[in-house]
């Protein structure tokens, strides 16, 4: 062991070596080799090399013969990475120089004169939004199966009566629809930040070269074209040294992430016997190995749980990041992991928050006889006194909140006073108050647009499906 650390291979890196006469120590392989995860970006790599090639036969930099033996030559190594028939080496450090060595190996000098105009610097950044890029696309897809999914549950719930809750105190009765559509509007707020993302990242890094942009006459609006970019980034300097896009998807991740484990939580508590409002299905829950009568809702405390990684990616990066001088720096390597894992946790939290919704069964009953405890229509009851009385709020709030004591006294609900017994506490009480104090009727009440009466919450199902599906 203590040997291997000091070996170091006898030839210099084919990609590199000119200027060294021998090859690394392992250890420095080890530490300085991004193969093993930057292997996820051979698609982007491929088609962001292929479209420089063809740019610069284009541009008559290199012969088109060489170009269209690039192109083909690149199209057999994808195809061999794809077949799993491709062995990737960590002594090639990362996925762009394998692949540079296999295009060599398969169609010999040609392959050589690829990275002309071009640097791993420009290389890497290209590669990296392009997949951040995919990225951001299949998340939209899985946040829009998301919303589908609450959307479908609202639908079914419109009408359903449940606790609305403020300092997970009773506040006042909602449905169930309305809560579901709370997220509908979190997660279309997480897509229009994804989409923001990817706009702003879609400016093209390739043809920055090292850091000060190259002597051939390149054409960068015709890669930017072709990789649909938007437009070529405009500072050299800044292309090879922007990671902005990576922060962002991470930040989109964190603040995306948050929103699941807000609702994976509330499942955990639904799920709880002491509320009961919802049973999971086999299929999104889980026994106890020693306890029988447990169903456990694991997949939602994962949900919950997930979002401390994705949290922790993002505050990982934004310290690689800190303080970093332009240019490039190695340290921008440890860019990859955060991003790649996060979008692998993201994409299991929708995945599983989706299926969680469509295999959960809601008791209604019990959800609706909690709306209408802890005095949930006490609101109503004072908005009944600044309407009918005209009193002012402030008033109607000291009125109401002696009725509240009278009640708990007495241990009734409100709707369980007798009209003498209001009538001590503010004689201009009719018995019309009695229309306020049911929870059906509180509810149909909260008409005002973005409102929970069974009514808005139709409408809104309506045009929640127009807006994001
Ligand atoms: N593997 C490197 C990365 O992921 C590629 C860029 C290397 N550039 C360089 N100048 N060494 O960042």
Not at 294 to 318: F, Q, S, W
Not at 451 to 468: M, T, Y
Request: aromatic fraction near 6%.
């Amino acid at each position: 062991m203590a040997n291997d650390k000091l070996k170091s291979s006898d030839e210099p890196s084919l990609m590199w070596g000119g200027r060294f006469s021998r090859g690394q120590n392992s250890v420095m392989e080890a530490i300085n080799a991004s193969v093993d995860f930057d292997k996820r970006m051979y698609a982007q790599d491929i088609r962001a090399s292929q479209v420089h090639a063809r740019m610069l036969g284009a541009q008559g930099i290199i012969k088109s013969e060489d170009a269209n033996a690039i192109v083909d030559g690149l199209n057999l190594v994808k195809k061999e990475i794809e077949k799993g028939d491709f062995s990737l080496s960590s002594a090639l450090e990362d996925i762009h120089m394998n692949v540079e060595a296999r295009l060599a190996e398969l169609i010999g000098e040609p392959a050589g004169r690829l990275h002309t105009g071009r640097s791993r610097n420009d290389q890497v950044a290209t590669d990296f939004k392009l997949w951040v890029r995919d990225a951001l696309d299949a998340l939209d897809e899985n946040m829009r199966e998301l919303q589908c999914a609450l959307i479908d549950v609202a639908e079914v719930h419109a009408e359903s009566v449940m606790p609305g809750f403020t300092h997970m105190q009773s506040a006042q009765p909602v449905t169930l629809g309305h809560h579901m559509l709370a997220y509908t509007e979190m997660i279309g707020r997480d897509r229009g930040r994804a989409m923001d993302c990817r706009k702003r990242l879609n400016e093209n890094p390739l043809g920055a070269a090292a850091l000060a942009g190259t002597s051939f006459p390149i054409d960068r609006d015709m890669t930017t074209k072709e990789l649909d970019f938007d437009r070529p980034a405009v500072n050299s300097m800044d292309a090879v040294s922007d990671r902005d896009f990576a922060l962002e998807f991470l930040s989109f991740g964190a603040i995306l992430s948050t929103h699941l484990s807000r609702l994976a939580e509330e499942y955990v508590i639904w799920c709880s016997q002491q509320f009961a409002y919802v049973a999971l299905g086999d299929a999104f829950s889980t026994g106890s190995s020693i306890m029988p009568q447990k169903r456990n809702p694991d997949a939602a405390e994962l949900i919950r749980a997930k979002a401390g990684r994705v949290i922790g990616a993002l505050n990982g990066l934004l310290i690689v990041m800190k303080g970093l001088p332009m240019t490039y720096g190695k340290d921008m390597q440890e860019d990859k992991e955060p991003v790649f894992e996060v979008f692998d946790t993201l994409k299991l939290s929708l995945l599983a928050m989706t299926g969680i919704l469509g295999d959960s069964t809601f008791n209604i009953e019990r959800m609706a006889t909690d709306a209408g405890r802890g005095f949930a229509t006490a609101t109503d009851l004072a908005d009944w006194l600044v309407r009918s009385l005209a009193m002012p709020f402030r008033e109607a709030h000291k009125v109401t909140g002696g009725l509240v004591k009278m009640a708990e006294e007495k241990n009734c609900g409100l709707e369980n006073l007798s009209l003498e017994e209001m009538q001590t506490v503010e004689a201009g009480i009719t018995d019309d108050i009695y229309s306020v104090l049911s929870v059906d009727n509180a509810l149909a009440s909260r008409k005002s647009y973005g409102g929970a009466a069974p009514h808005n919450v139709s409408q809104a199902v309506k045009d929640a499906r127009l807006r994001f599906l």
